[in-house]
């Protein structure tokens, strides 16, 4: 009886083909990286200015309806820094009156802009909230 050849392994040929396929696939995986590592650093300083807009306004509620009165209405970001550690960001805290029922403000609008430097541009990100009495 003869025997038939074993072909059961991969030739050369073969190998070196999957090689260069799989090479090809994971050089344009590897071209992703950069992209997605400046998508994440980019969607964290946007956090960033998130959080630091959303404590303003926990401040601002925290102060009550009354005290906010007392700093008016307008531009009141001096009462209300940015805290340490945040040195490339900058925020401005505006209170509008909305509505009064009998010369009394019942209804204001507080819109917190939270500025920073992204890739050389200035961009902003903003949380607008209302507070009632």
């Known amino acids: ?3 038939l050849r074993n072909d059961s392994g991969m030739t050369l040929i073969e190998l ?12 344009g995986l590897a071209t992703a990286f950069p992209v997605t590592r400046l998508a994440v ?4 300083q946007y ?5 630091l807009a959303q404590d303003a306004i926990e401040k601002i509620k925290r102060y009550g309806f009354t005290a906010l009165d ?4 307008g531009d009141i ?8 550690g ?21 209804l204001k609008r507080i819109t917190v802009t939270v500025a920073f430097k992204l890739q050389g541009s200035n961009v902003s990100a903003s949380l607008v909230t209302l507070l009632a009495r």
């Not at 650093?41 to 964290?44: F, K, L, P, T, V």
């Open 1 to 3: 009886m003869r025997h």
């Open 86 to 106: 945040f040195s490339g960001y900058t925020r401005s805290v505006g209170v509008e009156n909305l509505e009064t029922l009998g010369g009394i403000v019942t």
């Open 16 to 27: 070196l083909v999957a090689m260069l396929v799989l090479t090809i696939a994971l050089t």
């Open 47 to 51: 956090t960033v200015a998130a959080n």
């Open 70 to 73: 007392a700093l008016g209405s």
């Open 41 to 44: 650093n980019e969607g964290g």
């Open 77 to 84: 970001s001096s009462s209300i820094p940015v805290p340490s």
